[in-house]
């Protein structure tokens, strides 16, 4: 069963202070993995789109990495505004266009 | 842009009763969906619409939930009648395709409370 788990569950960091999220995931073929912050009362906001392994996208203190088993999100030197839920998804390689998701890693910046 | 419109933003209704949400997409996204959030999962998927047709419903969990999208514009969801296990977030999203670089953008979400 394709499966996306991501890690930790929660997340608090002091501003400044570099971290990395994880997505793994476990399916049959990957034709996207999908990074969304979410704030609360909003619906997922689009961050990267990567493709293969190996491929890395950045945007501002984000950046967000791929490999054939996981994904990472490494956060550098955060700001409290960077605080948020951030959800990994997947588009399967075969069959329908549906993400499917992990549960989210929620991230708190302390000032 | 107009982003992707989902109203009402909250509803709290009673077991039983029947409520309907409206998901307006960007103009000229053929593609639709449907997703839903239940307390403390992740958010799974519901249906998927191509301009007016279902494309694929495998996520719909029974047949008290309608999905319908008008003309291949904006679309409804009904639960009818609503059950407690019902009370979630649901997001629609849409899309221009599904070629690289083609993402999907979410509204803002229904929160659905059946008590």
């Known amino acids: 069963e394709d499966q996306v788990t991501q890690s930790p569950e929660a997340l608090r960091l002091q501003e400044g202070e570099s971290s990395s999220l994880n997505c793994s995931y476990t399916?049959?073929?990957?034709?996207?993995l999908f990074w969304y912050r979410q704030d609360p009362g909003k619906g997922p906001e689009f961050l990267f789109t990567?493709?293969?392994a190996g491929e890395e996208k950045e945007k501002e203190r984000l950046k967000a990495t791929l490999t054939k088993k996981e994904s990472f999100l490494h956060i550098t030197a955060p700001k409290p505004e960077d605080s948020a839920t951030y959800l990994c998804a997947v588009r399967l390689l075969f069959g329908n266009e549906k993400l499917t998701f992990g549960t989210g890693t929620r991230l708190t910046i302390i000032p | 842009e107009a982003g992707v419109t989902q109203f009402p933003s909250h509803s709290v209704i009673e077991k039983g009763q029947t409520v309907t949400l409206r998901c307006d997409p960007i103009s000229g996204h053929d593609n639709l969906y449907w997703y839903r959030r239940v307390m403390g999962k992740e958010i799974k998927f519901l249906l998927h619409?191509?301009?007016?047709?279902?494309?694929?419903e495998s996520g719909m969990p029974n047949n008290r939930f309608l999905a319908e999208r008008t003309g291949g514009t904006y679309s409804t969801l009904k639960v009818q009648p609503a059950e407690l296990e019902d009370s979630g977030v649901y997001f629609c999203?849409?899309?221009?395709?599904?070629?690289?670089?083609?993402?999907?953008?979410f509204g803002s979400g229904t929160r659905l409370t059946v008590v």
């Open positions: 999203a849409s899309s221009q395709g599904y070629s690289r670089g083609y993402g999907y953008t």
């Open positions: 399916v049959s073929g990957l034709r996207g």
């Open positions: 619409f191509v301009k007016e047709s279902k494309q694929d």
């Open positions: 990567l493709y293969s």
